[in-house]
């Protein structure tokens, strides 16, 4: 079992959409918020994922697909 | 010795013992590295910081880690220039340049990464790690040779050659990934959840961002202890940005220089901008960019500390700039020109940030202003070589020469 930190950032079409509802229900992943920021027309949400690595892989890619961005919690890691 | 004391959440406050860590387990917020400056007002001097090395580790009691142990292959105590020339050609009487090209790996991440490093070897690592496309690899990879560590660097697949040199002549792993930018950056987190490697700007990350503090301890230092009236910082992670701020606060805390309230700008390439886009909308809520810019090594599309800079650049009376890839290349030619300083990409962006601000009279003529160099240009010359003037090509006859000559210039020079 892994566990995964990240922040999904959702776009304004997607703010009333239920995806990590939807992440805990279709995949064999645990959902558990820690902090989050959501208006009427953005939002960010800190979680993290608890499960097998292959099925946050997985998740994670599907959620990527919504049109939800995915980063890790500490920002983009590549530097110049 | 260190007076470093424990590291603090920034979002929620909580305290944890300085392990290496870079999250806090309740909110996951971001890390900060605390001290105790009650002991450190009691030793700290302007004389025990003068008896130090000529190095950046003679701020060692301001950072994490002893300067006995230190990592360190002679970073720091760069040139701060007064920039006589390049001030009067924007309108700025009292300008000096922080020239950080002249550190070791010829950028200012050899100060972060020379405290990652110490403190991995202190935490019993024997890798170090990190994902760059070109400046913090390099200051990883001469780092851990030096250390004698091992080190894992992993850059995108399609990076040109020249940008690989500087990183592999040192002997790390190196990582070609084939993804893109977002896939590269999951991957490193979960490999800095798996694997018991140092990544500098992860696990690491609270200790590695406290080298940047340096940049501000010794440009007061270099100013006969005083600090600047303004400030123009290239902004990446907005990282730099933040620790210089927290570097001029301490020294006024504990009593080495006045405070001056100086102003805190910051500048991004407009292909990259997210910081600079918020301050524009007057928000703190940062929206990641995709990167598309020459200005690579500040190419990060979601800032980790934007929010952070943001709340200094609002509440220090500063300003955000984004300039155009063609004024980065005017800049780096104007601050070689005019100072004889070749800077990489962010230099071409501050040098570019500072004519637009002093333009809009956004900085005044009259104050104390810093500009960070923070990379040497050698390492961008892709960048500027199609914007320089070709040389001339002449014949090993003096009628050659004068005659290239005066078709360039419409006249020849005065002769003996």
Redesign the interface.
């Known amino acids: 079992m892994?566990?995964?930190?990240m922040k999904f950032?959702f776009p304004t079409e997607l703010i009333k959409e239920p995806v990590i509802w939807r992440l805990g229900r279709d995949f064999e992943l645990v959902t558990n918020i820690?902090?989050a920021d959501v208006t009427d027309d953005?939002g960010w949400v800190?979680l993290?994922l608890d499960g097998e690595?292959d099925e946050i892989e997985r998740g994670?890619r599907w959620v990527?697909d919504q049109g939800v961005?995915?980063?890790?919690?500490?920002?983009?890691?590549?530097?110049? | 010795m260190s007076f470093a004391r424990n590291l603090r959440c920034r979002?929620c406050g909580r305290v944890y013992p300085t392990d290496p860590m870079?999250?806090c387990e309740?909110?996951?917020?971001?890390l900060e590295m605390f001290y105790d400056y009650d002991a450190l007002r009691r030793t700290l001097t302007r004389e025990r910081i003068e008896r130090g090395p000529p190095t950046m580790w003679r701020y060692a009691d301001l950072l994490p880690a002893d300067a006995d142990s230190a990592v360190d292959i002679g970073t720091g105590m760069t040139p701060l220039l007064r920039a006589s020339r390049l001030g009067r050609e924007l309108g700025l009487e009292r300008l000096y340049v922080k020239n950080d090209c002249q550190n070791p790996t010829w950028s200012f991440?050899d100060r972060v990464v020379s405290v990652a490093v110490t403190k991995a070897r202190e935490f019993e690592y024997d890798t170090l790690a990190?994902?760059?496309?070109?400046?913090?690899a390099n200051s990883v990879a001469a780092h851990a040779a030096r250390a004698g560590m091992k080190a894992m660097v992993?850059i995108?697949a399609d990076l040109e050659v020249g940008k690989i040199v500087g990183s592999a002549v040192y002997g790390p792993t190196l990582v070609a990934v084939d993804g893109s930018?977002?896939e590269?950056?999951?991957l490193?987190?979960?490999l800095s959840?798996?694997y018991p490697w140092a990544?500098v700007?992860?696990n690491m990350?609270p200790y590695y961002a406290e080298g940047s503090k340096t940049l501000a301890f010794e440009v007061c230092e270099q100013l006969g202890w005083q600090a600047p009236d303004h400030c123009l910082v290239p902004l990446?992670?907005g990282s730099l940005y933040t620790k210089i701020y927290k570097g001029l606060k301490e020294l006024a805390w504990l009593g080495l220089v006045e405070w001056r309230a100086t102003r805190m700008s910051g500048a991004q390439a407009l292909g990259c901008s997210p910081i600079v886009e918020a301050w524009e909308r007057q928000s703190f809520?940062i929206?990641?960019q995709k990167p598309s810019t020459i200005a690579?090594?500040?190419?990060?599309?979601?800032?980790?500390?934007?929010y952070y800079a943001l709340k200094i650049m609002s509440q220090s009376g500063g300003h955000g700039v984004a300039v155009t890839d063609d004024e980065v290349v005017e800049g780096i030619k104007l601050l070689a020109q005019t100072e004889g300083i070749f800077a990489e990409t962010?230099g071409g962006v501050v040098v570019a940030g500072l004519k637009r601000l002093a333009r809009q009279g956004k900085i005044g003529p009259e104050e104390l202003v810093v500009a960070f160099i923070t990379g040497a240009g050698l390492k961008t010359q892709e960048a500027v070589a199609p914007a320089l003037e070709p040389s001339l090509s002449v014949q090993p006859t003096m009628a050659s020469f004068e005659d290239a000559l005066s078709e360039r210039t419409g006249a020849l020079p005065a002769t003996k």
Do not use: W
């Open positions: 892994a566990k995964q930190r950032t820690r902090r953005r800190v993290e690595m994670v990527v961005r995915v980063d890790p919690v500490a920002g983009d890691i590549v530097e110049g | 979002e870079h999250v309740f909110c996951f917020g971001p991440k990190c994902a760059s496309t070109g400046n913090l992993f995108p930018y977002d590269v950056n999951r490193c987190s979960e959840d798996k990544f700007n992860i990350r990446a992670s809520d929206k990641p690579k090594s500040l190419a990060i599309g979601n800032p980790a500390d934007g962010a």
